[in-house]
């Protein structure tokens, strides 16, 4: 569990954490705005954008989360993590394999040997309306079938209802389920309204001992944004600098082009500083993604671009 010690008294009780999470600083939501487009208009070109196509292919998480999930499907997402590209095997590998609990065994299997994680989302996905028991008993499975990571969903009904603390206890919890598995916290960013509870959602998840904090299980209208990332990337980098305890970001859905995952790295880079410039600390929930990244590759590598076969339809 990450040492929130310095916020111990935050979390004593319902009235405390209720009160350091409204005295957080407001979002000026145009502010917000305007500085991520700001961002996103700067100009990455040649070694820098080959670097950066690398960089945001090794940060995805490879996702298949459909009720049609067969094996045989989770085998060949396993098999496309570790060889993006079959006909460039210096294309880098995906950060890791996300699937539903009963596919984690399937996709432990086929990556064995390699370095690629197993994640696994838990606790009632995607609406997360199930008792903590059953929460739990969904994330202890994960785990044991294998998962190296859990993405867990915040109950979003207590948090707008301002019952902070349950959702505190549900989060430490499931991280305390997790064992040696990293937990990312999704907080459905496109339901919680409003920026400043954004702010919030992303202090609660940290001090409840969040390795990553996540905006969106991608199956909702609104999923990750670069405002609501850049405001989840400010909100990691002041609470390292105030507990010297790092937390990832995962901004989910929506995410499809290489010119957007560029945009993204320069949020991560510009706010959160070069050592979220990692797969350790960023990723991609974007599976739709790869695709373009790959296709951007291969037009650096030989200035032309493939046919629309060039790479698998997930």
Request: proline fraction near 4%; glycine fraction near 8%.
């Given at each position: 569990m990450p040492d929130t010690a310095p916020f111990a008294d935050v979390t004593a009780s319902?009235?405390?954490?209720?009160r350091f999470l409204h005295g957080l600083p407001g979002v000026d939501p145009v502010g917000l705005e305007a500085r991520a487009a700001s961002l996103g208009t700067r100009s990455i070109k040649t070694t820098a954008k080959a670097y950066a196509i690398d960089l945001a292919i090794s940060m995805i998480d490879l996702t298949t989360l459909e009720g049609a999930d067969t094996p045989g499907k989770v085998r060949a997402l396993a098999a496309k993590a570790v060889h993006p590209d079959p006909t460039d095997r210096t294309a880098p590998r995906t950060a890791a394999v996300c699937v539903y609990p009963d596919m984690v065994e399937t996709a432990k299997a086929a990556l064995a040997g390699t370095d690629v994680k197993v994640a696994s989302v838990a606790t009632a996905f995607p609406a997360g309306r199930a008792a903590l028991g059953v929460k739990l008993a969904?994330?202890?499975?994960?785990?044991?079938?294998?998962?190296?990571?859990?993405?867990?969903?915040?109950?979003?009904?207590?948090?707008?209802?301002?019952?902070?603390?349950?959702?505190?206890?549900?989060?430490?919890?499931?991280?305390?389920?997790?064992?040696?598995?990293?937990?990312?916290?999704?907080?459905?960013?496109g339901e919680l309204s409003t920026y400043d509870n954004i702010r919030r959602a992303?202090?609660?998840g940290m001090l409840a001992g969040a390795d990553f904090i996540k905006t969106s299980t991608g199956k909702v209208a609104v999923n990750a944004t670069p405002a609501n990332t850049l405001l989840m990337l400010e909100a990691v980098r002041d609470f390292r600098a105030q507990t010297?305890?790092?937390?990832?970001?995962?901004?989910?859905?929506?995410?499809?082009?290489?010119?957007?995952?560029?945009?993204?790295?320069?949020?991560?880079?510009?706010?959160?500083?070069?050592?979220?410039l990692d797969p350790h600390w960023f990723r991609f929930g974007a599976s739709s993604l790869l695709n373009?990244?790959?296709?951007?590759?291969?037009?650096?590598?030989?200035?032309r671009y493939s046919g629309p076969d060039y790479v698998t339809v997930d």
């Amino acid at each position: 569990m990450p040492d929130t010690a310095p916020f111990a008294d935050v979390t004593a009780s319902d009235s405390t954490l209720r009160r350091f999470l409204h005295g957080l600083p407001g979002v000026d939501p145009v502010g917000l705005e305007a500085r991520a487009a700001s961002l996103g208009t700067r100009s990455i070109k040649t070694t820098a954008k080959a670097y950066a196509i690398d960089l945001a292919i090794s940060m995805i998480d490879l996702t298949t989360l459909e009720g049609a999930d067969t094996p045989g499907k989770v085998r060949a997402l396993a098999a496309k993590a570790v060889h993006p590209d079959p006909t460039d095997r210096t294309a880098p590998r995906t950060a890791a394999v996300c699937v539903y609990p009963d596919m984690v065994e399937t996709a432990k299997a086929a990556l064995a040997g390699t370095d690629v994680k197993v994640a696994s989302v838990a606790t009632a996905f995607p609406a997360g309306r199930a008792a903590l028991g059953v929460k739990l008993a969904d994330t202890r499975d994960a785990v044991a079938a294998g998962a190296d990571e859990i993405d867990m969903v915040i109950d979003r009904g207590a948090f707008l209802a301002g019952d902070y603390l349950k959702v505190h206890d549900e989060i430490r919890a499931v991280k305390e389920a997790c064992g040696a598995a990293r937990l990312k916290v999704i907080f459905e960013t496109g339901e919680l309204s409003t920026y400043d509870n954004i702010r919030r959602a992303s202090w609660l998840g940290m001090l409840a001992g969040a390795d990553f904090i996540k905006t969106s299980t991608g199956k909702v209208a609104v999923n990750a944004t670069p405002a609501n990332t850049l405001l989840m990337l400010e909100a990691v980098r002041d609470f390292r600098a105030q507990t010297g305890v790092q937390v990832g970001v995962k901004p989910a859905g929506g995410i499809r082009s290489t010119k957007d995952a560029i945009k993204f790295l320069v949020l991560v880079n510009e706010t959160a500083g070069g050592d979220w410039l990692d797969p350790h600390w960023f990723r991609f929930g974007a599976s739709s993604l790869l695709n373009d990244l790959l296709m951007q590759r291969q037009k650096l590598a030989t200035g032309r671009y493939s046919g629309p076969d060039y790479v698998t339809v997930d």
